[in-house]
């Protein structure tokens, strides 16, 4: 039976790429091992799952009930009968062959290029800002260094597959109700490689490769964002036989920051002003992401809700060096409690002012365009 793939991702089988990608990314980081140790085999199952929906030929394979990766069946990694529809498409397109064209695929041979890998990496907002190097631990599979990729034991060789002569694949016939049916299906005994070896490596078992932890180190640019993935070439997953390596991708996650809030290359953060340093003016340094500081200058009569911006403290553009501005968000705050001597200098301060409690009209200044008034009336004429 061919696997559910969709359901693996839980996406619906009319998922968009985008779908697929916010599924995979969603059980990526709840299942991953650096995560959740006790996941590690169903986040192998969720990143093939994708792998296989993400590439167009294998989807295709699995809209059509077939398995691209069960090779018992025929399916994309090993076979050409997609299911047993080969068998038909074979009788009309000249049989004999291993795919709807006809004519035998020949052994794949037992080196192959490995898997990428897939690991995750969590940095704070000084990591990003300033760029990053950092050392990561991966489990993944490595030469042999036994039989140096070979599979083999001491001078033992591989030997041409007595089951399929050398072909990788076998043919049957069979009878059907178109009459007989030539179909071409994997061998078997060397699972498609055209060879066997008879006294495998006793490290890899003949595979070539065994599995490892290593240490890798890995530079991360400044300005990366949540979800950005950095490609190590050739780190990834050794291939069977000993074969190539795939790619290793780390995936960035970022740190929620006590102090600042970022949006794309821009960064937010909030100040809360005295009533009095709002109605003076006043000024303020706070530290940066990078180290060093930025001037908040607060004007005189400063309102709530007042934002000034900094430019160039934000963090830097990715591979550009061109970096984005701060916003420092202004929180007026009244005090709640007073002593004598303050109460006396507020009385003075309403004493000598022009300004008292005054009901707003739509004709009164505070009722301007961008006023609270405005806004009150804006949001209840809806309703």
């Given at each position: ?14 998922a ?22 006790m996941?590690?085999e169903?986040?192998k ?23 691209p ?10 076979g ?10 074979n009788t009309?397109?000249g ?19 490995g ?5 995750g ?23 042999c260094d036994s ?5 083999t034991?001491?001078?033992?060789k591989p ?18 109700f ?7 299906r994997?061998c078997p ?7 066997v070896?008879?006294?495998?490596c006793g490290?890899?078992?003949g595979?070539g490769?065994v599995r ?8 991360i ?7 950005m ?32 809030v ?31 500081t ?20 934000g963090?830097?553009?990715l ?8 916003h ?22 309403r ?6 409690v005054e ?12 006023g ?7 949001a209840?004429a809806?309703?």
């Amino acid at each position: 039976m061919a696997r559910d793939y969709y359901g693996i991702l839980g996406v619906s089988r009319d998922a968009s790429a985008q779908e697929l990608k916010r599924a995979y990314r969603r059980l990526a980081r709840e299942l991953h091992p650096d995560v959740n140790p006790m996941e590690e085999e169903r986040f192998k199952e969720v990143t093939t799952a994708y792998e296989v929906l993400s590439d167009p030929e294998r989807r295709r394979i699995v809209d059509a009930g077939g398995d691209p990766l069960d090779r018992s069946a025929g399916g994309f990694a090993g076979g050409g009968d997609f299911g047993g529809l080969g068998d038909i498409f074979n009788t009309f397109f000249g049989g004999g062959g291993g795919g709807f064209g006809g004519g035998g695929r020949g052994p794949r041979g037992r080196v192959r290029p490995g898997e990428p890998a897939l690991v995750g990496l969590t940095l704070d907002l000084e990591e990003i800002a300033a760029g990053a190097e950092r050392e990561i631990t991966v489990d993944t599979a490595i030469l042999c260094d036994s039989c140096d990729g070979a599979g083999t034991s001491g001078n033992s060789k591989p030997v041409t597959c007595v089951t399929c002569r050398g072909q990788g694949e076998i043919q049957t016939v069979q009878r059907s109700f178109l009459g007989q049916v030539m179909s071409v299906r994997e061998c078997p005994e060397c699972h498609g490689a055209g060879e066997v070896i008879p006294d495998p490596c006793g490290k890899c078992g003949g595979d070539g490769r065994v599995r490892s932890r290593r240490n890798l180190t890995v530079k991360i640019p400044a300005g990366v964002e949540q979800g950005m993935r950095v490609r190590l070439a050739g780190k990834g997953e050794v291939g069977p036989g000993g074969g190539p390596a795939g790619d290793l991708y780390v995936e960035i996650s970022e740190k929620p920051d006590d102090v600042f809030v970022r949006d794309k290359d821009d960064l937010h953060c909030t100040l809360q002003v005295p009533m009095v340093d709002a109605a003076l003016g006043s000024e303020l340094e706070i530290g940066t992401v990078l180290g060093g500081t930025a001037r908040i200058d607060i004007e005189p009569g400063t309102q709530p809700g007042t934002v000034v911006t900094v430019k160039g403290q934000g963090l830097p553009h990715l591979n550009t060096g061109l970096r984005g501005n701060l916003h420092a968000h202004l929180e007026v705050v009244v005090p709640t409690r007073v002593d004598g001597v303050q109460r006396d200098l507020l009385t003075q301060l309403r004493a000598a002012g022009n300004d008292g409690v005054e009901l707003v009209t739509a004709s009164s200044k505070a009722g301007a365009k961008d006023g609270l008034f405005s806004r009150l009336r804006n949001a209840f004429a809806g309703r």
